[in-house]
Every structure is written in C-alpha cells, then in structure tokens.
C-alpha cells in the first residue's frame, strides 16, 4: 500500500467517519430507551463517585475516582446497556446529578464532536431548538435541546 493511502486510512480511522445522528434519531431513541437510561441514573446515584462507564455490546467497564470499581454495581447495569442495544459510553458527575450518554463521538479530543442525550438536575446553559441546524452547533461548546424534565440532546465539538 502506498504511503499516501496509508495515511489517509489512518487519518479516517483517528478522525472518525460517518455523522452524528439526527436529533429525531435521538428523540426516537430516548423514548424508546427512557426506561434503561432512567435505571442507568438510578444506579449511579446510589454508588457515588463512578465517573465512566464504557458498554462494547457484551462487556461493561465500570471506572471511578477510587482504585477499587464497586464490583456490584455491573450485574445492576449490564441488563439496562443490553436494553439500548449499542455500544454506549457514559460519563457521570460524582454524585450523578449530570449523567452523559454518547451516543455518538467523532475524531480525537481537539477538534472532535460527540452527540448523544444528557440527565441534568439543572436547565443547562445554550439551550437550541435543534442541535442539528443551530448556528451555535459551530461554536467550541456544548448546546442543548429539551427532551423533557431534566433530560436533554446535546451536541459538542
């Protein structure tokens, strides 16, 4: 393979390929996975400090500020990741009152974008009608559109 090519493959593979999914996607999807995403919430407030968890369709990682992963905390989640169907990263504030499902992430740290739906106990800043037209979807941060209480689409890049 020649070295051009190669580096365009490899450029493809570190920058992602593909789009977000539409908000509609997403709507759809929440709505038919509130139950899960709500259980997922629940069970992270009851063990405080989990700040990852990673779900590749068959295995779960559960990562938190302290050395030890709370170990009875997988069999709870690992029914409610099988429920949604896809591989999905959450990230959770240590006491969980912001709960952040990607369902989407695109390209490296700088210069990447992710998509997916958030649980907020608070109306976050930003707010847009669709993250999917929004001229502020440009800007190097993070708008949300309501889903309902507590629960919003975000988009960041």
Known sequence: MRPLALLGL????????GK????????ASFQRNYLALSNIVTELKA??????VEWD??????????????????PKLVPHF????????????SDASQVWFYFSRRGLSVGGSMKGI??????????VQDTDVSSRT???FTVFRPL???WFIFYSR
Not at 47 to 52: F, S
Not at 118 to 125: A, G, H, S, V
Request: with cysteine.
């Open 82 to 93: 099988k429920a949604i169907g896809q591989p999905l990263l959450v990230t959770s504030a």
């Open 47 to 52: 063990v405080p400090k989990v700040e990852r």
């Open 118 to 127: 958030i649980y907020q106990e608070t109306i976050p800043n930003r707010i």
């Open 138 to 140: 440009n800007a190097p």
């Open 148 to 150: 309902q209480t507590n």
């Open 10 to 17: 490899m450029t493809l593979a570190l920058v992602g390929c």
């Open 20 to 27: 977000h999914p539409k908000d509609a996607a997403l709507q």
């Open 57 to 74: 369709g068959a295995a779960i990682i559960v990562g938190n500020s302290q050395t030890n992963p709370p170990t009875t905390l997988t």
